[in-house]
């Protein structure tokens, strides 16, 4: 039987307005064990900007919350599948600077979306996708943070909707510094069957034979508003979705995905965004 201190650490994407190390405070309020911000504002270009000072405040702390899974999520305009060379140069430096920040500040990762290739096709935008990631990789040189790959919803020719993509972009890469985020949402709305424990557990038999669980770093924890195979991205709270709870009680349940990090990105039952009640329906479905 399930060991009661196995099961996955419950976090929540956070505010980090007025500075990262309030994620912190802003966490312990809702009982999150896990961390995700937007260090930068997400639908502005930007990375983050470190001086010794912030560095410190932050690592202090980093050290006093006693060191949980923190994760950057970068800007959603980044884009490395697209024809506009400008947007992909735009997206390299960017991720670059998101990468060596997080690297700078000794958190695990950076979670991004490649972005869409707009009908052009994932074979022939491969090589480019890959052309950018290895500079990324080159320019920030991360020696403990991970860049972590999302799976999409699939909509607009997204990348990464099918695991097989995700495979090919870490095959094509070859470097263990980079590793995959699964959104629970993305999964379902791209066609991969989460709501009971028989769909549960043939997804995620399909993600290990397909990308393998060594690269899986974190889970995005999210119910979705709309259907099976519909390809948008709507997340809901926890239970008031397509998913429901029999899904995620399984999801928490699943052997494989034990001991990972499951980060809410929810609108809330205030619309706030996530909260201590959506963390509470976690807790109480992974008892
Ligand atoms: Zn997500
Ligand atoms: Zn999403």
């Not at 095959?171 to 999964?187: I, N």
């Not at 709501?195 to 043939?202: I, K």
Request: glycine fraction near 12%; charge should be negative; include cysteine.
């Amino acid at each position: 039987m399930r060991q009661t201190d196995a099961v996955p650490i419950l976090g929540a994407h956070v505010e980090a307005t007025g500075g990262i190390h309030l994620a912190f405070p802003r966490a312990a309020a809702m009982g999150a064990e896990a961390i995700q911000v937007h260090p930068t504002p997400p639908h502005y270009w930007g990375s983050p900007k470190l001086d010794q000072e912030r560095v410190e405040r932050f690592r202090a702390a980093f050290e006093a919350a006693g060191q949980p899974p923190f994760f950057f999520h970068a800007v959603y305009l980044i884009n490395l599948a697209g024809s506009d060379a400008t947007i992909r140069q735009r997206s390299e430096s960017t991720l670059a600077g998101y990468l060596a920040a997080a690297d700078q500040l000794g958190i695990d990762g950076v979670i991004f979306h490649t972005g869409s290739h707009k009908g052009a096709g994932f074979e022939a935008m491969l090589p480019t996708i890959l052309g950018h990631l290895r500079r990324v990789l080159e320019r920030a040189d991360p020696q403990r943070t991970r860049l972590l790959i999302e799976n999409n919803a699939g909509l607009g020719g997204c990348v990464g909707a099918r695991f097989e993509e995700l495979r090919a972009m870490l095959d094509g890469l070859q470097d263990p510094r980079v590793g995959v985020c699964l959104d629970t949402c993305h999964a379902f709305a791209s066609g991969y069957e989460v709501r009971t424990v028989e769909g549960v557990q043939q997804t995620l038999d399909e993600w290990e034979r397909v990308v393998g669980l060594d690269r899986l770093v974190a889970v995005h924890c999210n119910d979705s508003q709309t259907g099976l195979g519909s390809n948008r991205d709507r997340h809901a709270n926890i239970g008031q979705g397509e998913i429901g709870e029999e899904g995620f009680r399984a999801l928490l349940h699943e052997p494989r995905l034990q001991r990972l990090p499951f980060i809410l990105e929810v609108p809330g039952f205030e619309g706030k965004g996530p909260d201590r009640a959506n963390l509470e329906i976690l807790r109480r479905l992974a008892a």
